[in-house]
């Protein structure tokens, strides 16, 4: 720790206070040095020079529903694009979180598991997360509803958020996808779910925002994935009480869209209205 001061004391003389208070933010978020925090920044600005801020989504979510569940983008190719997000793997094999460059599988089981860089993924929805704005909770339970809350957070209904969400939650609700066999409709593949509840929690909720109009590219509204502080639980938020924590909202201006060269994906009618389906498979 007394290193750790030590280092930011010395950045002080060169960085501008805001930015200096972000690096001391992150850094006690992530238990990570500054220096580490200022050497992954330094790596990624001069290898990433022409990076977008951008929500990069690895297929279309409309593929997905109509059961495309094997598609050939690897977890190298998608952190690529991104050190935050969610998706899910091949054969729809449970729920995806990407926290700080990580990746994570929840699986059915209830368990998590580290993912290897060359997973296959049909569906990812990532970005590089830099939060806009920061807004610290003491007490969720005594302010309105989840959703609600986030509604007052966020500037516009028709723009792309990413949001991550630390600290302690007084409940989460989760739900795990169990394997699939490709083709089977994601409304038939999800509807026998398991069920998680936990109380008193420590973790991250990770996910985005997305406009009501993008539905056949994304799931539309929010759609969120929990992360246990120990990594050992977690899956797709269904409710949720918060505690204190820290809410970080990215406003994404850019929507970048892979097409997957498939036999399936090509072959496939992706035209059909699918917004009930989504709905369903998502609540």
């Given at each position: 720790?007394?290193?750790?001061?030590?280092?930011?004391?010395?950045?002080?003389?060169?960085?501008?206070?805001?930015?200096?208070?972000?690096?001391?933010?992150?850094?006690?978020?992530?238990?990570?040095?500054?220096?580490?925090l200022?050497?992954?920044?330094?790596?990624?600005?001069?290898?990433?020079?022409?990076?977008?801020?951008?929500?990069?989504?690895?297929?279309?979510?409309?593929?997905?529903?109509?059961?495309?569940?094997?598609?050939?983008?690897?977890m190298?190719?998608?952190?690529?694009?991104?050190?935050?997000?969610?998706?899910?793997?091949?054969?729809?094999?449970?729920?995806?979180?990407?926290?700080?460059g990580?990746?994570?599988?929840?699986?059915?089981?209830?368990?998590?598991?580290?993912?290897?860089?060359?997973?296959?993924?049909?569906?990812?929805?990532?970005?590089?997360?830099?939060?806009?704005?920061l807004?610290?909770?003491?007490?969720?339970?005594?302010?309105?509803?989840?959703?609600d809350?986030?509604?007052?957070?966020?500037?516009?209904?028709?723009?792309?958020?990413?949001?991550?969400?630390?600290?302690?939650?007084?409940?989460?609700?989760?739900?795990?996808?169990?394997?699939?066999?490709?083709?089977?409709?994601?409304?038939?593949?999800?509807?026998?779910?398991?069920?998680?509840?936990?109380?008193?929690?420590?973790?991250?909720?990770?996910?985005?925002?997305?406009?009501?109009?993008?539905?056949s590219?994304?799931?539309?509204?929010?759609?969120?994935?929990f992360?246990?502080?120990?990594?050992?639980?977690?899956?797709?938020?269904?409710?949720?009480v918060l505690?204190?924590?820290r809410?970080?909202?990215?406003?994404?201006?850019?929507?970048?869209?892979?097409?997957?060269?498939?036999?399936?994906?090509?072959?496939?009618?992706?035209t059909?209205?699918?917004?009930?389906?989504?709905?369903?498979?998502?609540?």
């Amino acid at each position: 720790m007394a290193d750790d001061q030590e280092t930011l004391s010395m950045l002080s003389s060169f960085l501008p206070p805001d930015l200096l208070s972000q690096l001391r933010i992150s850094s006690e978020r992530r238990a990570c040095p500054p220096t580490d925090l200022v050497e992954k920044a330094l790596r990624w600005f001069l290898t990433h020079p022409s990076k977008d801020n951008a929500v990069y989504l690895s297929a279309p979510i409309n593929a997905l529903v109509e059961g495309l569940y094997v598609e050939n983008t690897t977890m190298a190719e998608i952190k690529q694009h991104g050190d935050f997000g969610l998706g899910t793997f091949n054969f729809l094999d449970g729920e995806m979180v990407l926290l700080d460059g990580c990746v994570y599988q929840i699986r059915s089981d209830g368990n998590v598991y580290h993912v290897k860089d060359d997973e296959k993924s049909p569906f990812a929805c990532v970005t590089f997360f830099n939060p806009d704005t920061l807004d610290d909770l003491e007490n969720g339970s005594n302010s309105k509803g989840f959703y609600d809350l986030l509604d007052n957070l966020i500037p516009s209904e028709n723009m792309l958020y990413a949001i991550r969400i630390d600290g302690t939650f007084s409940h989460v609700k989760t739900r795990v996808v169990p394997r699939s066999d490709n083709y089977r409709p994601l409304v038939e593949a999800t509807k026998d779910q398991p069920i998680f509840d936990f109380h008193n929690v420590q973790g991250c909720l990770a996910g985005f925002y997305t406009p009501r109009f993008m539905e056949s590219l994304n799931a539309p509204g929010y759609h969120l994935h929990f992360l246990s502080k120990d990594r050992q639980y977690g899956g797709h938020l269904i409710e949720c009480v918060l505690g204190k924590v820290r809410i970080g909202i990215q406003h994404i201006p850019k929507l970048d869209v892979g097409l997957p060269i498939t036999l399936d994906y090509l072959t496939t009618d992706l035209t059909r209205d699918v917004g009930n389906d989504l709905h369903k498979a998502e609540h």
